[in-house]
């Protein structure tokens, strides 16, 4: 049984919203796992989850829901709409299918390549990351010439208009995925080392603040800082960190090896992913809180999208240990993926919020979708290097 790939080229336009449907979630993941084990003799196996065309696929399945339910309007390109395209792109960069890349342009032209318009001065760079990506691939400098503009304004949510930029009232912990990658990815555009001045200032002044060095996590800003569930447990939010997470391989991706600073991040990612992996739930996702499973105990897709997107590209860029943390970035993987309904919806996606909150299965987002995207790409640069072959196939189901 092959998963269906619905080809569409409509770019998301007027808001849509469906009601909430019952859907065959486990039976995308047994479809899947089937393909590889079908006239094998063998049983149903996760390991059909984690060839390259199984990964491709459900990608594709889930990129193409979110084309045919968008929830943002037309013309948007703030940071919901936004970092679904950071995952549209890292589809396209893993997969090489032209029709993510097709994808993104449409939508980048619609934007005129214009910063996002949020008050905000780090969200307002997300879309950015999607118009340098295009940049890196076609070498044309008014893909980013209306950002550097706009960081070279003098307002006062640029860096050039004040020393703090980047608070949405105060320092917040998603301002780090959707900021901090924007200026590496412009120094290394450009040449121009004032980007990383910025984005050191700003990362690690957020870090200051809001890292827990004891726990190892972030809190989602300083309101949370001495909060306690009902259980008395401290308030540690599953997407928060996951924002924080995920920053890090698109930093580091772009930083100079030479740079000083870099094993800052390095060491940061670290720290990260040994905390996580502590808090991992046996179905491989995360809770709303991480500290505190049982204050809302149900399954959360967006965080963990991160963190399996972090984790398997730790291990392959050798930077995590490929013993320690290769199963659960399989476990997360699997997780995901039993959680996509037939047709797409990746569910048990948390709404907009600053927080910890109940979750329900029909909840989800653009920006869901471009977590799982993000977590897809490195699952599917693992199978293309053979990451999951022979004995490490079925790490995930131990």
Known sequence: MLVPIIKLSRVPGA?????????ATLGLAVALMT??????????????????HAVASVMKLADNWQIAHPVMPDGDRNWQRATWYTGVMAAYRATGDPVYLDQATRWAEEQQWKPGTEKAGANILTCSQTYLELFFLKNNPSFIKPTEEWLDSGRPNTPSGA????????RYVDSLYVGAPTLAMLAKATGDHRYIDWMNAFFWDVHHELFDRGIGLFYRDKGFIGQTTASGKQVFWSRGNGWAFASLPRILTYLPVGEPGRAD????????AAALIKRQQPDGLWRPNLLDAQEFP?????????????????????????????????????????NVSADGKVQWGQSVADRPELVRQSDSHEYVTGTFLLAGSEMFRLAQDGAFDEAGAKDGER
């Open 163 to 170: 020393k703090v930029w980047y608070l949405d009232g105060s």
């Open 265 to 272: 991040y390095e060491s940061l990612f670290k720290q990260l």
């Open 15 to 23: 808001t849509k919203r469906l009601l909430p449907k019952p859907v």
């Open 35 to 52: 393909q590889t084990t079908a006239g094998s003799g063998q049983g149903t196996d996760t390991a059909g989850l984690f060839s390259k």
């Open 298 to 338: 149900v399954p959360e897709t967006s965080g963990t999208g991160f963190f399996c997107y972090g984790l398997a590209w730790g291990v392959r860029n050798g930077l995590l240990d490929r013993d320690t943390y290769l199963r659960p970035a399989k476990k997360a993987w699997i997780g995901l993926v039993t």
